[in-house]
């Protein structure tokens, strides 16, 4: 019986002691007319339903976790398990190619050591999962019956119930602190281990990245895990050639539509923005690879660069911009808007063109939030991954030609994580320590970002 | 300067100089506000240009070569038992019954040897699937269109080798070989040829992952954005849920799945690949989105309607169940699809999961290895075989779409639900 199974049936009483109680609760009304009920009869219901539901499916899940352990364990301690091999990849084949047939998922059996253990399988599991819908049927009975029990016409249920309710709201709240402390806890975890093996200077200071996922694990070449080309390809894709794109173009469609465009004209244009926000970045990876770096090697070949390659750093980093004008042209919008309509007005009553307000009136005024707009848009870009995996090269070099391929922080997270390497090399572990690297950035960009727009929100308020 | 000069100076504001220099200004400010059409132009065309060369690509993708073949079964030993052919094991029986030794002698007979060569290795899987949907056809001559082999299909585009064109000009030529719409695309999975692949699997492993997510992230999101915008203290553990919060919707989304890895693999190491845990991932990095749109829409709703309804007597768990939350759904619908649509593509955490495997079949739970959509188009455009651009370009339309359809859904609720008060 799955855990599924259960949950159904847990809810199902929780069903029964609601129409329960709210029964109870009109009877109460009933016995005593005139009398006012401390709640509504609904309350009632809830209350119950609660008392049955809150701890039947807690112990629901617990089970699902505990439930297969206790199996495996009664099945290993029966006879026919005795001649099992000792320990590897044929016994786990074995119990659950016998597990499988005992839960009636597979047909029949491919070892014949596995035919031995169908039936004490189907046993044991016939039996826990008689077992578990035993304990559970009873939590819900005591619950429902303790909770019924207390039911009377001066019973606060709706207090009680509603505490239930803001117990929700928080704990759903929180979920956002256990997620940060998560990313966090084993970020730090998986990177320490790093550091454990390599030193934390050869892994920041060092100019060579090539770490070896199939080398020895206890003797890794520290040289070899040198980040700084990592870094470097990072910003200069990320941060210097998708801004020279991306600041300009975006900075000058949101004057545009803000203070040019008609409305009709806004009406079309700014879905167009919107759409091209939209755009999954592995469509962005696949235009930037298929499209774009031929475009860009074969204008390099025009000019006379002989060896410039299919995969450039110019190619993802073109197309990144695209992909962030969006992004800085409505933070900018945003920043333009905040700026108040008098210094505006003051400025086009003084004779000034339009385009002299913009550029002396409303853009140095509006130049915080243009600024905290433009480290988001870099924190967005150096967190970017298909992009630059899909166009920008595995060869970490350190160099400032464009044409050149070039590696990322994101690109090598993927490529160690994805390759063959186990868990404990350090070419693996690697990529946990340049995730906090690119984690520690993004989240320092983010909180002076969010404070200068914050602080200067509140300068026009 | 005479006084009178003077005087003439201060008043005449529309001397030659004046004129030059307003002049000047007027030409600035032309160039400024055409630096600005041409800035948004720039992105318009971009945006246009990326849509043709995808569809361009991708109306090919749509399309397979196929070879017409004609078959008489009357003169086969292949029976059309209707009990049979109603089994789900239909397809192993006519194998059994010599179902693609009868499709390569008809073959040879229609096409001659070199043409019999280039049919598929799943041809005879395609007629057999077309005589299972209509069994009449074992009792006449049938033309059957069954998929070439990969090297005559991309022989017929042009490219691939050059050995095999004369022979793909001359059954084209003879209308034996032709690009015909693949409905299959949408209904097969992953394969090694590109004759032969589809974007079932991939489709049904986004639905999957994408209603774990929603079941996830959409009532955590909800919820935990009814309370920071209407019951919680203004205190520092406030301060650093909204913090975390703001953060979490900043945080690359690469590093959600290194959380995904560490975690939620760590905890249920044999679910790698799962829509569960994909799901669970993705709902992660949706949840602030949700939040942070949810609690814009809380914040819209007037206060004069929590207040009425306090003051008619409703606790304050009633006001917001009954009436705040209510008035608030379309925006918190609204923000809820949008970022359902950028999990929806999102790629990078999944490949962190182990969403990349070779999945060759449609994942039948949430627990069984499965990729997506996005992971599949990624996938495919690593390959180096010709046939899968087209193929990659297709997915990435099929992609767009339901991405177009989901942010129209949001734009549509925003429009026709959402009240200025």
Do not use: C
């Amino acid at each position: 019986m799955s855990p599924a199974i259960l949950l159904l049936l847990a809810l199902g009483l929780g069903l029964a002691g609601w129409l329960a109680a709210r029964a109870r609760a009109w009877s109460f009304r009933r016995q005593a007319p005139g009398t006012r009920l401390a709640s509504l009869p609904n309350y009632y219901g809830w209350y119950v339903a609660l008392w049955i539901v809150i701890p039947s499916v807690l112990f629901v899940l617990a089970w699902g976790a505990i439930a297969p352990q206790i199996v495996n364990q009664a099945v290993l301690s029966s006879p026919a398990a005795a001649s099992l091999p000792a320990f590897g990849f044929e016994r786990q084949t074995i119990l659950s190619e016998a597990y499988a047939v005992a839960n009636g998922a597979a047909p029949g059996v491919f070892h014949t050591q596995a035919k031995a253990l169908v039936e004490p399988y189907r046993e044991v599991l016939t039996r826990t999962n008689a077992i578990g819908i035993a304990i559970t049927l009873l939590i819900a009975f005591l619950g429902g019956a303790w909770s019924f029990l207390r039911l009377r016409p001066d019973f606060m249920a709706r207090t009680r119930v509603e505490r239930v309710v803001m117990l929700t709201l928080l704990l759903a709240s929180l979920v956002a602190i256990l997620t940060t402390l998560g990313i966090f806890i084993s970020l730090v975890f998986e990177t320490t281990r790093f550091f454990g093996m390599i030193s934390p200077v050869d892994f920041l200071f060092g100019t060579h990245w090539g770490p070896d996922p199939m080398g020895n694990p206890q003797n890794p070449d520290p040289s070899r895990y040198g980040a700084i080309p990592l870094f470097w390809g990072t910003i200069y894709i990320g941060a210097i050639i998708a801004m020279i794109v991306a600041i300009p173009l975006g900075l000058m469609s949101a004057i545009y539509l803000t203070q040019y465009a008609s409305p009709s004209w806004r009406k079309w244009l700014k879905p167009a923005l919107e759409i091209l926000a939209g755009v999954p970045t592995v469509v962005y990876g696949y235009f930037a690879a298929l499209t774009v770096a031929p475009i860009v090697r074969d204008a390099a070949l025009a000019v006379g660069i002989t060896h410039a390659s299919s995969e450039s750093a110019l190619a993802a980093g073109l197309v990144m911009g695209v992909m962030i004008i969006p992004f800085v042209s409505s933070m900018a919008d945003d920043s333009i808007a905040a700026v108040p309509q008098a210094m505006r007005d003051g400025s086009l009553a003084m004779g000034a063109t339009t385009s002299e307000t913009i550029r002396r009136v409303l853009v140095p005024a509006a130049l915080p939030g243009i600024v905290a707009g433009v480290m988001l848009a870099i924190s967005r870009a150096i967190g970017e991954t298909m992009i630059v995996v899909m166009a920008a090269g595995a060869a970490a070099n350190l160099s400032a030609n464009p044409l050149e391929a070039m590696t990322t922080v994101t690109f090598q997270i993927v490529a160690m994580l994805t390759g063959e390497g186990s868990f404990d090399h350090p070419a693996t572990l690697s990529a946990f320590a340049l995730g906090f690297v690119l984690f520690m950035v993004t989240l320092g960009l983010n909180f002076i970002a969010l404070r200068v727009v914050k602080r200067f929100r509140e300068a026009y308020e | 300067m005479s006084e009178a000069a003077i005087h003439e100076q201060r008043l005449s504001t529309r001397g030659a100089v004046f004129e030059k220099r307003l002049r000047k200004r007027y030409a600035a400010e032309r160039r400024f506000k055409l630096a600005g059409l041409g800035a948004i132009l720039f992105s318009v065309m971009v945006l246009a240009f990326l849509l043709v060369t995808m569809t361009m690509n991708g109306i090919g993708g749509f399309q397979r070569a196929e070879l017409a073949v004609t078959v008489d079964f009357r003169e086969t030993s292949i029976s059309g038992d209707p009990t049979v052919l109603a089994l789900p094991t239909a397809i192993q029986s006519l194998e059994a019954q010599g179902l693609p030794q009868v499709i390569d002698a008809a073959a040879e007979k229609s096409l001659g040897r070199a043409g019999a060569d280039q049919l598929g290795a799943s041809a005879w899987r395609t007629a057999g699937k077309a005589i299972i949907s209509d069994p009449s056809i074992l009792t006449r001559e049938a033309v059957l269109h069954l998929p070439a082999s990969n090297r005559l299909s991309s022989a017929f585009t042009g490219d691939g080798q050059a050995e095999l064109q004369p022979l793909a000009r001359q059954l084209a030529a003879e209308g034996k070989l032709a690009k015909n719409f693949d409905p299959g695309f949408l209904a097969r999975s992953d394969a090694t040829d590109p004759q032969d692949v589809g974007i079932w699997g991939a489709l049904k492993g986004s639905i999957l992952t994408m209603l774990v997510t929603l079941a996830f992230a959409f009532p955590v999101g909800v919820l935990a954005a009814l309370y920071l915008e209407e019951y919680a203290p203004r205190n520092r553990w406030t301060d650093l849920i909204e913090v975390s919060i703001n953060n979490l919707a900043a945080v690359p989304s690469i590093i959600f799945g290194l959380l995904g890895l560490a975690v939620f693999l760590w905890i249920f190491p044999s679910y790698r690949s799962a829509p569960l845990i994909g799901g669970l991932t993705l709902a992660l990095m949706t949840m602030p989105v949700i939040v942070i749109s949810g609690r814009n829409a809380i914040k819209a709703v007037p206060p004069s309607i929590r207040d009425g309804a306090l003051a008619i007597g409703a606790s304050p768990v009633q006001v917001v169940f009954h009436h705040v939350l209510p008035l608030a759904l379309p925006g918190i619908l609204t923000g809820t699809i949008i970022g359902m649509a950028r999990a929806l593509g999102e790629t990078a955490p999944l490949l962190m999961i182990g969403m990349r495997a070779f999945v060759a079949t449609p994942p039948d739970g949430l627990t069984s290895p499965s990729t997506v959509l996005p992971v599949q188009i990624f996938l495919w455009s690593d390959e180096i075989d010709r046939g899968f651009v087209e193929r990659t370009s297709a997915a990435i339309i099929v992609l767009l779409l339901f991405l177009l359809v989901m942010n129209g859904l949001a734009i549509y609720l925003r429009n026709r639900f959402e009240k200025k008060w």
